[in-house]
């Protein structure tokens, strides 16, 4: 266990509590990060309140109904029911709570700017009912900066001096929605403070629901290391679709060479190519970084060029489809076409940034009719259109099949059997050999 060096009486005596699991945690922002991080620390024993400003999700939460995919309901309802874990949409519980770790989303504007406003809302509700003797913890994804240059002058206040009264860190939320093997307790958790009382006792807090926990020197570093990983995703997925555009051109199958470079034991890691980035964090973290960066005077070349190659796919995969159906944008007009996964990954509902939803509006564009087959996704709404899911069985009715999103419960044998014509931009039919399947 970390030992909190030079530290001031208030910080002994928070130390102490958490060390005994009597210090109540609070989460502001109930969402994919914040719930698993709630029920992490019900379980280790702390009580916990979830502050959320959407109500309906407050209800749920306290009727012990899970809403995120990683938390069963049989988790969650018997940590609400003896009373670990309740959630509020009032404020005024930060009262009683001793540390605050902050979960709200951090979207891009349409300018591709970082959009701040929800970090700029919960941190102006957190100061008011801020208290001597608290843990507060920025863990929405951000730029580099943000804790110590926004986060820290919503809350210092005379009388209130970070590292001695209160206690400031930053740590990336590194959780991957719908991976059984690697969840919130196992990930390794990144810790900075704005002093080293602050990473101490930050490091101390998290170590005691999470396996492990690696400190860093500063907040700055820490909200770094996030934009790293993600950055890294981000280009060399843009590598990978660069691949398979180029692939396509020279008729060779990307899936093939990526599958055979990875036997290399060192020095190469294999990313996919596919339909588009989705998700809340890939497709928009690289551009906090470089809009930060920008400021500095340095230019995001690399982030900027993976963008426009990611932003090719689904316009790539629509090109896949027209092709397969022999001819050009005049063969989709008419065409039925199903689209098997609308989730942004393989076996989540999470439909934010999905490339299927910009591959169905450029099908429709071109007069394509659109159908869908998605467990996780029951109804989707774009454009003014309002689809219901299908059986998986619907995709023999259609002209052409596109596998947008690879779940795992789909019977791709048999659609492969029932169907006329598949694109498969996931490399789902891998092992699969049919004059009816067309590849990315
Ligand atoms: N989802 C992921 O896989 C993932 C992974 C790593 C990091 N992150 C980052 O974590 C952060 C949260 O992402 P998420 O996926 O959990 O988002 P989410 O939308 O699922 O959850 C955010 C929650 O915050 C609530 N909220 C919004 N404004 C609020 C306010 N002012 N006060 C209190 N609650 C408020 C929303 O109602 C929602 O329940 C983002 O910065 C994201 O980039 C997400």
């Known amino acids: 266990m970390p030992e909190v060096t030079e530290v001031s009486e208030i910080a002994r005596i928070l130390e102490e509590k958490i060390r ?6 609070g989460i502001v922002g109930m969402g994919y990060v914040g719930l698993p991080l709630a029920v992490e620390f019900a379980k280790a024993g702390f009580s916990v309140t979830g502050i959320d400003t959407n109500e309906e999700k407050v209800r749920r939460l306290n009727a012990g109904d899970s809403y995120v995919g990683d938390v069963p309901s049989a988790t969650l309802g018997p940590l609400v029911a003896s009373g670990k874990l309740r959630a509020t949409c009032d404020f005024s519980a930060l009262l009683d709570l001793d540390t605050v770790d902050i979960c709200v989303p951090t979207p891009l504007r349409k300018t591709k700017d970082p959009d701040m406003s929800f ?25 580099p900066g943000t804790t110590y240059e926004l986060v820290l002058p919503m809350l210092a206040r005379p009388g209130l001096e970070v590292g001695r009264d209160f206690f400031l860190c930053f740590s990336p939320e590194r959780v991957d929605p719908g991976n059984p093997v690697y969840q919130t307790a196992n990930i390794p958790k990144v810790v900075g403070g704005c002093t080293a009382a602050c990473t101490a006792i930050g490091q101390l807090f998290y170590s005691q629901a999470i396996k492990k926990v690696v400190p860093v020197s500063s907040t700055q570093v820490a909200e770094m290391v996030k934009l790293l990983e993600n950055t890294f995703r981000m280009i060399n997925i843009g590598l990978a679709n660069e691949m398979a ?39 928009i973290d690289p551009f906090y970084l470089s809009w930060k960066s920008k400021q500095s005077g340095v230019e995001a070349r690399l ?74 996704v029951p109804t989707l709404r774009l454009d003014g259109l309002s689809l219901e899911a299908l059986p998986e069985e619907a995709a023999a009715a259609a002209d052409c099949v596109v596998i947008v999103t690879d779940h795992s419960s789909f019977d791709y044998r048999a659609l492969v059997e029932r169907s006329r014509l598949v694109v498969d931009t996931r490399n789902a039919l891998k092992g699969i050999r049919s004059e009816k399947i067309a590849r990315l």
Not at 119 to 143: F, M, P, R, W
Not at 247 to 265: F, L, R, Y
Request: hydrophobic share 45%.
């Open 20 to 25: 005994t699991r009597s210090a109540r945690v």
């Open 119 to 143: 970090i700029v809302a919960s941190c102006q509700e957190i100061a008011k009912y801020l208290h001597a003797g608290t843990l507060v913890i920025l863990e929405s994804t951000t730029y």
């Open 245 to 283: 555009m180029m692939c396509a051109n020279m008729g060779i199958d990307v899936w093939e060479v990526i599958s055979a470079a990875a036997t290399k034991p060192f020095g190469f890691m294999p990313f996919y190519p596919g339909p588009g980035l989705g998700g809340h964090c890939i497709p």
């Open 303 to 376: 982030i900027e060029l993976a963008g426009q190659i990611n932003g090719q796919m689904p316009h790539f995969a629509v090109d896949r489809v027209r092709d397969a159906l022999n001819g050009d944008a005049k063969a989709v007009k008419g065409s039925r076409i199903h689209i098997m996964g609308v989730a942004y990954k393989r076996d989540i509902e999470d439909l934010r940034e999905s490339p299927a939803l910009d591959v169905i509006l450029m099908l429709l564009r071109l007069g394509a009719e659109i159908s869908y087959s998605d467990p996780y």
